[in-house]
């Protein structure tokens, strides 16, 4: 054996143990995507509040689901719950929408049935219900009913992932957010963001795209678009002595040194 994907943590123990060196990359963005549509036209009317998507946003503790739940390493934001935060723009989405706190509906959490995507849908109930006072069902299904509930709407929440792109993510993750792409996965659309996203994709220089890159993440972020949980990792383990290769989510063996 000379490279392995990185697998479990017994069998990465194993290898360390028999001299393997490590390497790691980040693979994708795990989130709580949001249906602005929502499943029903009653959440539908709250998921398409940004400051209802805020104060769920801000009710949910990454640091707590990275330490009990979701074991890669990542970074979102916030790191941890603000409920002071949270409750301000529940609050704020209330006003907006005419309606008081027993008036919010209970949701729906789409996921995979696997024990690990239920047990963060798990953890993320207990803390809007703790946080915010939202009630959620958990709904895990198979692979083909779960990419087809999301796919046609048929969720408010669902737990998913998205690959990272080079050089960023105006090509996949954020076009789906576009009046261009508009479906009822996302089930949104805006005019100044598609403004902000065709400026950013027609730049001429790559300086000018990180710039208009960076206004359309900012209106992502203050928009609450989707609910980034964290970032997930991948790697490779490999025999001490093997330099100069690269990898993300392939490995590059072009430039790759050993010795005997």
Same mark, same amino acid.
């Not at 795990?30 to 602005?36: A, F, G, K, P």
């Not at 036209?41 to 739940?69: H, M, P, Q, W």
């Not at 992932?161 to 576009?178: K, M, Q, R, V």
């Not at 100069?244 to 005997?260: H, Q, R």
């Given at each position: ?8 943590a ?6 360390t143990?028999?001299?393997f060196?490590s ?16 499943k ?11 400051? #209802? ?30 409920v ?19 008036e ?53 929440f ?41 400026e ?13 890159? #960076? ?20 790697g ?7 330099t ?13 040194? #050993?010795?005997?």
């Open positions: 054996l000379d490279f392995v994907p990185t697998g479990s017994m069998q990465q123990q194993t290898l143990d028999a001299g060196e390497s790691k990359y980040t693979t994708s963005y795990r989130c709580l995507n949001i249906n602005h549509a929502g029903t036209e009653e959440t539908g009317l709250f998921l398409g509040n940004a400051n #209802f998507r805020k104060a769920v946003s801000y009710a949910i503790d990454r640091t707590a689901l990275c330490a009990s739940v979701m074991t890669s390493e990542y970074e979102g934001w916030p790191a941890s719950a603000d002071e935060k949270a409750q301000e723009y529940l609050n704020a989405a209330l006003d907006e929408l005419g309606k008081t706190a027993d919010i509906p209970t949701f729906e959490l789409l996921c995979y049935e696997s024990q690990g995507s239920i047990d963060v849908l798990a953890a993320v109930q207990d803390m809007l219900k703790k946080n915010l006072g939202i009630e959620t069902t958990i709904n895990s299904q198979t692979i083909q009913v779960m990419v087809s509930n999301a796919t046609s709407g048929d969720y408010d669902w737990y998913g992932g998205n690959g990272l792109e080079i050089p960023d993510a105006l090509t996949s993750f954020l076009s789906g957010y576009t009046s261009a792409m508009q479906s009822a996965l996302r089930g949104y659309s805006n005019e100044e963001y598609d403004k902000l996203y065709d950013a994709v027609a730049s001429p220089t790559i300086e000018e795209r990180k710039a208009n890159y #960076f206004e359309v993440e900012k209106f992502f972020c203050d928009n609450t678009l989707n609910l980034i949980l964290g970032w997930t990792d991948g490779f383990q490999y025999k001490s002595g093997y100069g290769f690269y990898n993300t989510v392939e490995t590059d063996f072009t430039y790759l040194d #050993f010795a005997e």
